[in-house]
């Protein structure tokens, strides 16, 4: 009998950590290291469509971020900005559908506009649906979706006793994708930083301390061949999940 191939990731989430640690190691200002890290982007993206992974999540912009100092967010928005009139038409051509997450209404309304577009440009495309995460933060996007349920138990189209984990999680952000299989840090942090809390919850965690610009395709393939030897139980038993009865494949 022939090997199984390897299993890939459905989907993939990224903390794309060091950009200014990168640059500062070069003696240059912190937005030469986020000028690399979205060519670091461009290479991602294409190791995701060469290896069939359908979802990219990358997490660009924290909510917490908006309290760096306001010289690094107006170029952060500017680079941005700027990646989006640049980038999106060679996206929609390769297949990706973009999509963005967070609180967008903290963003100027240009952005927003763009983003926008983007979304409405790619939305029909289906080879690799990006995910940016910006001003997003795990914490506020559960809160949100209590918050809409609440809503719908004030308006009497919910009962509480109705309220349960698949509810809450058809609010969260990401609702309309599988779960992350596999999450990446960059940069030599051990932590998720308030990054997809819900989502989360089952997926494999690996980490590196290649700096985000410096990252490359051998690096992400050691990711992948690591996520490949691991057997996820989702709280089984591994003769329940190495039956072929079993109905889970990863």
């Given at each position: 009998?022939?090997?199984?191939?390897?299993?890939?990731?459905?989907?993939?989430?990224?903390?794309?950590?060091?950009?200014?640690?990168?640059?500062?190691?070069?003696?240059?200002?912190?937005?030469?290291?986020?000028?690399?890290?979205?060519?670091?982007?461009?290479?991602?993206?294409?190791?995701?469509?060469?290896?069939?992974?359908?979802?990219?999540?990358?997490?660009?912009?924290?909510?917490?971020?908006?309290?760096?100092?306001?010289?690094?967010?107006?170029?952060?928005?500017?680079?941005?900005?700027?990646?989006?009139?640049?980038?999106?038409?060679?996206?929609?051509?390769?297949?990706?559908?973009?999509?963005?997450?967070?609180?967008?209404?903290?963003?100027?309304?240009?952005?927003?506009?763009?983003?926008?577009a983007a979304e409405t440009l790619t939305a029909g495309n289906a080879?690799?649906?990006?995910?940016?995460?910006?001003?997003?933060?795990?914490?506020?996007?559960?809160?949100?979706?209590?918050?809409?349920?609440?809503?719908?138990?004030?308006?009497?189209?919910?009962?509480?006793?109705?309220?349960?984990?698949?509810?809450?999680?058809?609010?969260?952000?990401?609702?309309?994708?599988?779960?992350?299989?596999?999450?990446?840090?960059?940069?030599?942090?051990?932590?998720?930083?308030?990054?997809?809390?819900?989502?989360?919850?089952?997926?494999?965690?690996?980490?590196?301390?290649?700096?985000?610009?410096?990252?490359?395709?051998?690096?992400?393939?050691?990711?992948?061949?690591?996520?490949?030897?691991?057997?996820?139980?989702?709280?089984?038993?591994?003769?329940?999940?190495?039956?072929?009865?079993?109905?889970?494949?990863?």
């Amino acid at each position: 009998m022939s090997a199984q191939p390897a299993p890939v990731p459905r989907h993939l989430a990224i903390i794309m950590d060091g950009n200014g640690r990168w640059a500062q190691q070069r003696h240059r200002p912190r937005l030469v290291g986020h000028r690399a890290g979205a060519r670091a982007v461009k290479r991602c993206v294409e190791f995701c469509l060469q290896r069939g992974i359908a979802a990219l999540t990358l997490f660009a912009f924290s909510s917490e971020n908006w309290g760096r100092p306001a010289e690094e967010v107006g170029g952060l928005m500017k680079l941005f900005l700027g990646a989006l009139e640049r980038e999106v038409d060679e996206l929609h051509r390769l297949g990706v559908r973009l999509g963005f997450i967070g609180e967008r209404e903290r963003f100027e309304a240009t952005l927003q506009a763009r983003m926008q577009a983007a979304e409405t440009l790619t939305a029909g495309n289906a080879r690799l649906a990006l995910t940016i995460a910006a001003s997003y933060g795990g914490r506020q996007d559960i809160a949100h979706a209590a918050r809409t349920l609440a809503e719908d138990v004030a308006a009497g189209r919910l009962r509480p006793q109705q309220i349960d984990a698949d509810r809450l999680g058809a609010r969260v952000a990401l609702a309309d994708l599988p779960a992350p299989d596999l999450f990446i840090r960059t940069g030599g942090e051990l932590r998720i930083s308030n990054f997809l809390l819900w989502q989360l919850a089952y997926t494999e965690l690996w980490f590196t301390d290649t700096l985000w610009p410096d990252i490359d395709a051998a690096v992400l393939d050691r990711a992948l061949a690591d996520y490949a030897s691991r057997e996820r139980r989702f709280g089984l038993i591994s003769d329940q999940v190495r039956r072929p009865s079993s109905g889970r494949t990863s």
